[in-house]
């Protein structure tokens, strides 16, 4: 049997190569810390619960629908302190790497729409030393960026988008390469105790783990510690979906949120007015950007099956006070003309949670806790006395009226950032009548920069419902 011979020069190129990484011992050497001397920190948090201060996070999703427009809308917000986490109140600057999009023409507009403080907003540029304008080059330029940084006392970095910033010679789809320029990064954010965030484009992968879809090499995503992703609704080409499927540091249920894009003129120049786009938040929703994905994949058909179904289930495990043997609900289900796929998959959509125990070992599925205490003190009364709280929640003009144990009204927060109740505050009533008891009328907005107002020949009605971050606490909210 013959034996493969290495190719001429190989070994000594091996041997080069481990060489070449070999530590200089006599400028090196590893040194220990024990646990004990290293000071813990609680997570500060840029927007609350999704984007922590010091770590490197990612905005993903399709060109064209949204991506840019929301990462200007939270720079606004920071410049004029109303972003939701650590800096509400307390405005602060940001510094904004972009190529792709012209600032004259489309971020400026962008951020006069979105309410940003423009003396707070920096563009950042490098000059060469032969006097050539360029853009920030990672990691060649982190050194004097992590100086203006602290400078400026910026609490967010924004690379629109984050790839572009990558030195030309990193090959983009090799993790060893990315993390070149990532970990150097996130070193920087950590240091300066600001937020890095990174646009990043997906590919046309049909698979429904968001994370996979994000363009390039793996490390991207690996390296942030939380990963936005922005999607066109499945159901509705208008609106858009921004979740969340990676967050390291926050909790990992946090409602999908909604939005759509209005055109406004933000200007009237000489060369005529300036339109641009516009996010409009909308309410929030349960089902995680996986469970969407899936969804997106289902013919129109088995999505309204799936959506008949969570609304049976719902009720069905609110009438048993909560939660029921899974058997039962199966079979129930069945009876009421869902088959039992539908029935797992509205399990999942409405995040009805599946516990197993006792002897002989059965299976219980619950409705989310907060949910399931409401069942259990609302199950037994009647339609019209969960109609008349519901109505009495949501009375007021264009308001958001709350009740819970406490009396009194949560603090006031962004819109975009409202957790969602499920239909815990309607238990009790007829679908009818919960078809009845809240309408929200939506215009219908052109979405994208456009150079005329938004107009729509029709409108939707839709039933909305929230719940603020304290249990026992609902929100209805008329817009």
Known sequence: MSRRLPKPGAKAAAEAMVNNHLPDTGSRKVTLTPASEVTVRPVRWLLENRIALGTLALLAGREGIGKSLVAYTYAAQITTGAMPGEYAGKPRAVIVAATEDSWSHTIVPRLMAAGADLERVYRADVVTSEGVDTGIVLPRDLTALENEVTASGAAMVLLDPLMSRLDAGLDTHRDSEVRQ????????ADRTGAAVLGIIHVNKSSSTDALTTVMGSRAFAAVARSVLFVMVDPDDDDVRLLGQPKN??????????TFTIASQKVADTPEGPVWTGKVEWGQGRLQSIRDTLESAQQTSEDRSAVTEAAGWLHDYLTEQGGSAESAAVKSAGKA????EDAVKRARKRIKVSSESGGFPRTTRWALPQSEHADATVSGSSSGESALTALTALTEGSGSSQCSGSSGSKPPARDPAHREVSGRAALSGTSRAERSESQHITRRE???GDQQ???QSSSSRTTTRHSRTARPGVFCSTTQ
């Open 181 to 188: 320029a990532l970990e150097p990064l996130v070193a920087l």
């Open 452 to 454: 005329g107002p938004s």
């Open 336 to 339: 009421a003309g869902h088959s």
């Open 445 to 447: 907005n052109n979405h």
């Open 248 to 257: 390291n540091l926050g909790i990992t249920d946090a409602a999908t949120l």
